[in-house]
């Protein structure tokens, strides 16, 4: 389908939305089965600065404040964190800290919360959102990513051509939708019927994070889950 935002909430929810963008930022109200839903999100490869940042998790909040329980749709369509002077000055870091927090808050105070990633989903602009969600689900033609290989190899000080090596056989060291799948980062990509898949998540997601199981099933995270289990069970 087109990645479109407009055609993808048609996909959604028909013609029953008040979702509406206002720059890159998507944010209103729909309904599925008679039952409201909160959606917000961001459009156009948008890059989230402060501005951006605070402006979703205003909509968190002031969801959670006006109507208890309502779950929360995020539609993710970013290009990271806005890399510029001003928003650093303003400290965007806290901006971004901010929204991951207001989502937790609505996950604790029982608002199911899920993440769509239709278009791409690039850095710390995807690990505030989806990342954050009770599950995150992806189209499948969306791009996802954490960190190019290049950046990696100036982190981590090891040779790129070792991290393009590893990312052959290794999940982690690569991007794509495929591989965040394995890893348990998306928990299901949606191919067909969007109503359909959002409804069956809407009432299948569970409010515990199993990121780190789905991996361990699915081979792409294969030691997560159990380090976690062995540091609890040591707690």
């Known amino acids: 389908m087109n990645p479109d935002w407009k055609n993808l909430v048609a996909e959604l929810f028909g013609a029953d939305h008040t979702i509406a963008a206002e720059g890159d930022f998507l944010s209103g109200g729909a309904r599925l089965d008679g039952r409201d839903i909160a959606v917000l999100g961001t459009t156009g490869h948008a890059p989230i600065g402060v501005a951006l940042a605070l402006a979703q998790a205003r909509v968190v909040l002031?969801?959670?404040a006006r109507?208890?329980?309502?779950?929360l749709l995020l539609l993710i369509d970013t290009q990271g964190q806005q890399l510029r002077r001003r928003d650093?000055?303003?400290g965007i870091n806290r901006a971004m800290?901010?929204?991951g927090m207001a989502i937790d808050f609505a996950r604790r105070r029982g608002h199911r919360v899920l993440g769509l990633v239709y278009d791409q989903a690039l850095s710390g602009g995807f690990i505030t959102s989806g990342l954050i969600a009770?599950?995150?689900y992806a189209l499948p033609d969306a791009e996802i990513r954490v960190m190019r290989i290049p950046a990696m190899a100036r982190v981590t000080k090891l040779p790129e051509a070792m991290l393009e090596a590893l990312s052959l056989s290794n999940p982690v060291f690569a991007p794509g939708v495929g591989n965040y799948l394995a890893m348990g980062g998306v928990r299901e990509v949606w191919k067909?019927?969007?109503?359909a898949r959002l409804r069956r998540a809407l009432a299948d997601t569970p409010t515990t994070d199993e990121r780190a199981r789905d991996g361990a099933l699915r081979g792409g995270r294969r030691?997560?889950?159990a380090v976690t289990q062995q540091v609890l069970d040591a707690a």
Do not use: M, N, Y
């Not at 109507?67 to 779950?71: A, L, S, Y």
């Not at 067909?192 to 109503?195: N, P, R, V």
């Open 192 to 195: 067909d019927d969007l109503a």
């Open 88 to 90: 650093e000055l303003l």
């Open 67 to 71: 109507h208890p329980g309502r779950p």
């Open 134 to 136: 009770d599950a995150c």
């Open 62 to 64: 002031d969801t959670v």
């Open 97 to 99: 800290a901010h929204l």
């Open 223 to 225: 030691l997560s889950a």
